[in-house]
């Protein structure tokens, strides 16, 4: 089906290279593995969610984004605004991988004293563009930054990534109301429709019915994609760059827990970590890697 | 700092202006000297005075609907994109409504947003209690980062709005519908964290802010002819509150009645009483809304009403004097 849509959508040609995607299907793999190593050596967090969404915070950060890890400062750099926060350890295991701080820190996750808090904190770890944790409200934070951008006569690009629990929040259609008012065609935002959320399937917690018809309702440029297809994910940025005036949001149909056979579509898994035996497995699943201790 | 023509009280028949109408006022003169200065509002810029700054600066002001939880998420994220911004709407919706919003977006990560609060307190008037916010002070002041400030009059508000716009950080100002009577002496000069002693006094120190600060300048006037020195303080910074000043008068005077238009819980009243109950034990009095919402009636029916009056504070030190 990738195949299709992608031959569909670009005369056959994918708007990377077979190598390109490998190379972020790969970043996206030890991604995979750090949030298995970090959420085992807390003790707690969110693995689901975080194997969720890998591959769409790989492809941002080894592709897509504009941004110097030596200068996370830099005032044309491209934002990342994670607003499903619980997804913490994928950001952090980027934000390591592509050298904004040792990954020998990412084992301090969630311990007293570390910059890696349970949920990002701007203030404290270089690379985090804005704190969340409290769902619902990085949408809001992210159609700030976008008007910033453009009252100051920046080209830097917004991205944005929620949940599709998430977006039972009534401040998600709040604000997706309002970027599509304003016209913030600098503003891109994924949704990880990994379909299951703390008490169950969103389906029967409470139904969210179409994302994509509700965002296209309030005026969004709107794509369905798989979230966990490198080349998808990356389409989706080019196809947002080239909608002028108009937000553009990304459905992305993901897998909970991706990557982790026993961890896929297991809703227990959101907010759970392995125990060392079940870390050990789900390396192994994940494939080689230079492990963190 | 002792001002003698404050001494007599708010002039009977001096010009009263509402301190959103400053607050109107300061945000045009900001917008012209600080490019970086954006407004935003949630349907209410006729009511909160940011339409004068929207129609001088349109391309800086966003009004995002009757949505205040975006409100705060959107002023935040413009802070983060480098600007300064000042999001307004009523204090009921500012501190209440969007209470999380003003929380983990603003406060936790300590943006420079300036939420700029109008129609506090019971002095709303007719629309009664789901409008008057009682509690907004109680709210704020609880966050780390958050600075409170209730300014008295319009010069302090101006001084105040032109302050915050250049103290980095979150900043909370408490603003009213209510025209208020000038309370600050000539040369005034307003500074976050220092409150002014409008008159020297002691046998009791009255310690207000906002609209409080000129019915406790009436009261000293009334206890003046009963022979008892009153102290008044204008406490327009809640937080961080002036230790120092507070101490002192009540150091000086022994006790000490505190007056806001506020819930006597949580809010300047309750301030106070934490500061002097570890650094210097005395009676305190507190004049408020005492723990009950407000209701609808003209502004100053309602003061009468919940005793936000100078006989009222009169009252509470006599009835300190009988201990």
Redo the contacts between chains.
């Keep these: 089906m990738n195949a299709e849509r992608r031959a569909a959508g670009r005369g056959g040609t994918g708007v990377i290279s077979d190598r390109r995607a490998e190379y972020l299907e790969e970043k996206a793999r030890l991604i995979r593995r750090r949030v298995i190593e970090m959420t085992a050596a807390a003790g707690s967090g969110h693995p689901g969610g975080s194997l969720s969404s890998a591959d769409i915070i790989a492809a941002l950060y080894f592709h897509v984004m504009r941004i110097d890890p030596g200068n996370p400062g830099w005032?044309d750099r491209d934002?990342f605004v994670l607003s499903k926060g619980h997804a913490a350890p994928a950001l952090y295991a980027a934000l390591a991988e592509r050298g904004f701080f040792d990954p020998s820190e990412l084992v301090t996750l969630r311990r007293t004293g570390s910059r890696l808090q349970g949920h990002p904190?701007?203030?404290k770890l270089p690379g985090i563009?804005?704190?969340?944790?409290?769902l619902?409200?990085g949408?809001?934070?992210?159609?700030?930054?976008?008007?910033?951008?453009r009252?100051?006569g920046k080209s830097y690009r917004v991205f944005v990534l929620l949940g599709d629990g998430e977006c039972q929040e009534?401040?998600v259609w709040?604000?997706a109301?309002?970027a599509a008012h304003?016209k913030l065609g600098n503003l891109a935002a994924f949704v990880d429709c990994n379909g299951l959320q703390i008490d169950g399937p969103v389906e029967e917690v409470m139904s969210l019915k179409s994302p994509a018809e509700k965002f296209r309702a309030f005026g969004w440029n709107v794509l369905e994609i798989d979230g966990h297809d490198a080349r998808q994910i990356v389409e989706a940025v080019e196809a947002a760059g080239r909608a002028k005036g108009v937000p553009t949001v990304a459905v992305a149909h993901t897998v909970k827990g991706r990557g982790v056979s026993f961890m896929e579509n297991q809703v227990d898994w959101h907010g759970k970590a392995p125990s060392p035996e079940q870390a050990e497995r789900a390396l192994r699943e994940l494939g080689e890697g230079r492990s963190l201790r | 700092m002792t001002h003698e023509l404050n001494a007599r009280g708010p002039a009977a028949g001096s010009p009263k202006t509402a301190t959103r109408e400053a607050y109107g006022k300061a945000l045009v003169e900001l917008g012209r000297a600080r490019p970086d200065v954006?407004v935003l509002d949630a349907d209410l810029s006729k009511s909160t005075m940011t339409a004068r700054f929207a129609r001088e600066f349109p391309?800086?002001f966003?009004n995002?609907?009757i949505?205040e939880?975006?409100l705060?998420?959107?002023?935040?994220?413009?802070?983060?994109?480098?600007?300064t911004?000042f999001a307004s709407t009523f204090a009921v919706f500012a501190a209440g409504r969007a209470y999380?919003?003003v929380?983990?977006?603003i406060a936790?990560?300590?943006l420079n947003v300036k939420i700029c609060a109008t129609h506090a307190g019971i002095t709303v008037g007719a629309d009664g209690a789901t409008h008057q916010a009682i509690e907004d002070i109680a709210l704020m002041r609880v966050l780390p980062n958050m600075t409170v400030i209730v300014p008295a009059d319009d010069v302090e508000t101006e001084q105040a709005v032109k302050t915050a716009a250049s103290h980095e950080g979150p900043v909370y100002i408490r603003l009213g519908r209510h025209p208020v009577p000038r309370v600050t002496p000539e040369g005034y000069e307003f500074e976050v964290g220092k409150a002014t002693v409008l008159r020297q006094g002691d046998d009791v120190a009255l310690v207000a802010c906002g609209i409080g600060v000129s019915i406790a300048l009436s009261a000293a006037e009334m206890l003046a002819a009963r022979g008892i020195r009153a102290a008044v303080l204008n406490v327009s910074t809640i937080k961080p509150l002036d230790a120092r000043t507070i101490v002192s008068a009540a150091e000086r005077c022994g006790r000490v009645v505190t007056i806001e238009e506020h819930s006597t819980i949580g809010g300047l009243g309750g301030a106070v009483c934490e500061l002097l109950s570890e650094r210097r034990p005395v009676a305190v009095r507190r004049v408020g809304v005492p723990d009950v919402f407000g209701q609808s009636g003209p502004p100053d029916e309602l003061l009468r009403f919940y005793g936000l009056t100078p006989e009222n504070v009169v009252s509470a030190v006599e009835e300190m004097e009988g201990r």
Excluded at chain 2, 72 to 83: N, S, V
């Design positions: 005032e934002r904190d701007c203030r563009e804005a704190s969340a944790g409290s619902g409200q949408l809001s934070l992210a159609n700030g930054i976008a008007l910033a951008g009252l100051r009534g401040q709040e604000a109301m309002s304003w | 954006v391309d800086r966003y995002v609907g949505a939880q975006n705060m998420g959107t002023a935040a994220g413009l802070a983060l994109g480098g600007l911004p999380d919003q929380r983990q977006s936790y990560p300590g």
